[in-house]
């Protein structure tokens, strides 16, 4: 059974950085692509970062690009999410995703991912 297991989160401040993590046991993690998405309260899960399994090309979505740096290290079956210059509108709950698809394409969309964390909290205050 694939589990993930965030972790990382916790009470900023806007301008700070932070790094999360994703911890991935039971399941081939070399060959996943893995993605972040993110739930504010009261808002829909929103995509954050994405990274494909073979050549670990990236993805962003665009409120983040620029500013957070995804990254993966398969010896570790853990994949990061940097975080820099952190707005409050970065608050929210962060969630790992994996999926054996090899569709980059559809990395972005919440459906495409089959094993899912429950969330790390991420708060950055003004």
């Known amino acids: 059974q694939v589990q993930l297991v965030e972790s990382g989160g916790g009470l900023v401040q806007a301008g700070d950085s932070l790094r999360i993590s994703c911890t991935v046991s039971?399941?081939?993690?070399?060959?996943?692509?893995l993605g972040w998405f993110r739930q504010a309260p009261g808002k829909e899960r929103e995509f954050v970062s994405a990274i494909t399994w073979s050549d670990a090309k990236t993805f962003y979505g665009e409120s983040v690009e620029g500013r957070f740096t995804i990254s993966r290290d398969d010896a570790q079956n853990t994949v990061y999410l940097e975080m820099t210059s952190l707005t409050p509108e970065d608050t929210g709950t962060y969630f790992c995703g994996a999926t054996g698809s090899r569709q980059n394409y559809y990395l972005a969309r919440e459906r495409t991912y089959r094993f899912w964390g429950q969330g790390t909290q991420v708060t950055v205050s003004s």
């Open positions: 039971g399941g081939s993690f070399s060959s996943f692509a």
